[in-house]
T-cell receptor
Framework: AQTVTQSQPEMSVQEAETVTLSCTYDTSESDYYLFWYKQPPSRQMILVIRQEAYKQQNATENRFSVNFQKAAKSFSLKISDSQLGDAAMYFCAYRIRDDKIIFGKGTRLHILP | DAGVTQSPTHLIKTRGQQVTLRCSPKSGHDTVSWYQQALGQGPQFIFQYYEEEERQRGNFPDRFSGHQFPNYSSELNVNALLLGDSALYLC???????????????FGPGTRLLVL
């Protein structure tokens, strides 16, 4: 069965510093997608970044980047120059082609001013 | 361009009642997925609708049913509500490519259901 594990229930980072959120997943598939979603207190689930498993290059979106290690089944999110608006729950998620999305339990990120 | 919208935002029901939640997909999207998010947990997949048919289903009982209309909007119905059905219900829309691969799913703000 496919599973997604986020081992850090909560993390804190000083404003303007860099933080890395960890995620591991379990799958026997070779073609899949990985996502990081952000859910602020407003509850809206917002896509932060997406990675196709067949791409070796790590995805980057402005201050957000991932470290995708396919063999290790690891998909961490790095947030650079952390801002107060980055405070939220972050969910790592996995999907194969047209299948459902499987989410981890989330990591709550606190930004310290 | 309106994103995914859901109604109502909050709902309070009592055990045994029935509830209907509504979702309008993002413009241009044809597929709607529903997720249940219990407090402190990640979302769990309920089912997905495409071309007015249930295309995939997660591990939820038959009390959970849905519908998709010709304009791609969707409803989630839950019968015989239990206390454990209290959760945030999220709707996500996407475009199913002809290859069968979905574009990224975009989520609505959710409906918070409280069952007393």
């Amino acid at each position: 069965a496919q599973t997604v594990t986020q081992s850090q229930p909560e993390m804190s980072v000083q404003e303007a510093e860099t933080v890395t959120l960890s995620c591991t997943y379990d799958t026997s598939e070779s073609d899949y997608y990985l996502f990081w979603y952000k859910q602020p207190p407003s509850r809206q689930m917002i896509l932060v970044i997406r990675q196709e498993a067949y791409k070796q290059q790590n995805a980057t979106e402005n201050r957000f980047s991932v470290n995708f290690q396919k063999a290790a089944k690891s998909f961490s999110l790095k947030i650079s120059d952390s801002q107060l608006g980055d405070a939220a729950m972050y969910f790592c998620a996995y999907r194969i082609r047209d299948d459902k999305i499987i989410f981890g339990k989330g990591t709550r990120l606190h930004i310290l001013p | 361009d309106a994103g995914v919208t859901q109604s109502p935002t909050h709902l309070i029901k009592t055990r045994g009642q029935q509830v209907t939640l509504r979702c309008s997909p993002k413009s241009g999207h044809d597929t709607v997925s529903w997720y249940q998010q219990a407090l402190g947990q990640g979302p769990q997949f309920i089912f997905q609708y495409y071309e007015e048919e249930e295309r995939q289903r997660g591990n939820f009982p038959d009390r959970f049913s849905g519908h998709q209309f010709p304009n791609y909007s969707s409803e989630l119905n839950v019968n015989a509500l239990l206390l454990g059905d209290s959760a945030l219900y999220l709707c996500a829309s996407s475009l199913l490519r002809t290859s069968g691969d979905q574009e990224t799913q975009y989520f609505g703000p959710g409906t918070r259901l409280l069952v007393l």
